[in-house]
């Protein structure tokens, strides 16, 4: 089994930065994407940022050019550098990702963290 544990979430004034990190764990033997989605009180849950196995990215509107999305392939972690947050920012953020096990090579099932607290305040 794979798991995905995140963390860096917290408390942040408006304008300020916060790193999210994702660490997947188990007999992984690849992680096609990784991804961050989040969820406000009463919304539906979003997808924030997209980055592919070779490095290929996409964001979504409302956070691009102050998101930046990452992995270390080696590592098996993806993970999320936020600047100039904003309150509108504020969620659970989740990671979710792709990913190829030894026993279930050539296929892959999806998976997700259990979700950090970003709170930002105005």
């Known amino acids: 089994q794979v798991q995905l544990v995140e963390s860096g979430g917290g408390l942040v004034q408006a304008g300020g930065s916060l790193r999210l990190s994702c660490a997947a764990s188990g007999n992984i033997y690849s992680i096609r994407v990784m991804s961050w989605y989040r969820q406000a009180p009463q919304k539906q849950r979003e997808l924030v940022a997209t980055?592919?196995?070779?490095?290929?990215?996409k964001y979504h509107g409302s956070v691009e050019g102050r998101f930046t999305i990452a992995r270390d392939n080696g590592k098996n972690t993806g993970y999320l550098q936020m600047n100039n947050l904003k309150p509108e920012d504020t969620a659970v953020y989740y990671c979710?990702?792709?990913?190829?096990?030894?026993?279930?090579?050539?296929?892959?099932?999806?998976?997700w963290g259990q979700g950090t607290q970003v709170t930002v305040s105005s």
């Open positions: 979710n990702a792709d990913v190829t096990t030894r026993s279930s090579w050539p296929a892959g099932d999806n998976y």
């Open positions: 980055i592919t196995e070779i490095g290929n990215t």
